[in-house]
């Protein structure tokens, strides 16, 4: 009697997970839609290439270390915290990384390239800097 009740509960909580998991699939970039095209294509050509190895919530890349117990090799940075600079990204992208011993060089280039340097150095970080705007962590920036 229990096992089946059990069973229904779980059932059901497997359902609830895969319409959450659906939708989040369907919308893949969180970006405004006031963005300007050449910042959301270089979204698209992150969630397409970059997410293996690089989380970021904007676009729905997991791919990168969220705890050091789960850490693999090729696991990039997050960019939900890492604040990144133009110039930075297309650093990284041409050299593959900072270290060049683990990312492939040139997985975009050109336009390409210079596109997802845009949404990176523009969306990149968001999550520090909205921690860093609440007071609590001012006092701890201050104290640094
Ligand atoms: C095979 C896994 C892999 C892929 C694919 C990958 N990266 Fe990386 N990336 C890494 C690793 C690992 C690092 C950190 C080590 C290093 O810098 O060499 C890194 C570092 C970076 C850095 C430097 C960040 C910092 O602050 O240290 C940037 C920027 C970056 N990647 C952007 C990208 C972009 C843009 C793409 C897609 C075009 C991409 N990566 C695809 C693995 C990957």
């Known amino acids: 009697m229990l096992c089946a009740v059990m069973r229904r509960v779980l059932t059901i909580a497997f359902a609830l997970a895969a319409a959450v998991s659906f939708s989040a699939c369907g919308d893949k970039s969180n970006l405004p839609a006031d963005e300007s095209a050449s910042v959301k294509r270089g979204a698209e050509l992150f969630a397409e290439r970059c997410h293996g190895c690089h989380t970021m919530d904007t676009v729905g890349a997991e791919g990168g270390a969220s705890e050091v117990r789960d850490r ?12 990144e ?11 593959g990384g900072y270290s060049g011993a683990i990312m492939p060089e040139n997985i975009v280039v050109g336009k390409d390239a210079d596109m997802v340097a845009d949404f990176l150095s523009k969306y990149a970080g968001g999550q520090a800097k909205e921690q860093r705007s609440n007071s609590e962590n001012k006092v701890q920036d201050s104290a640094r």
Not at 72 to 83: A, H, L, Y
């Open 72 to 83: 693999e090799r090729v696991d990039g940075p997050n960019f939900n915290v890492r604040v």
């Open 85 to 95: 600079s133009k110039e930075n990204v297309l650093y990284a992208i041409r050299n």
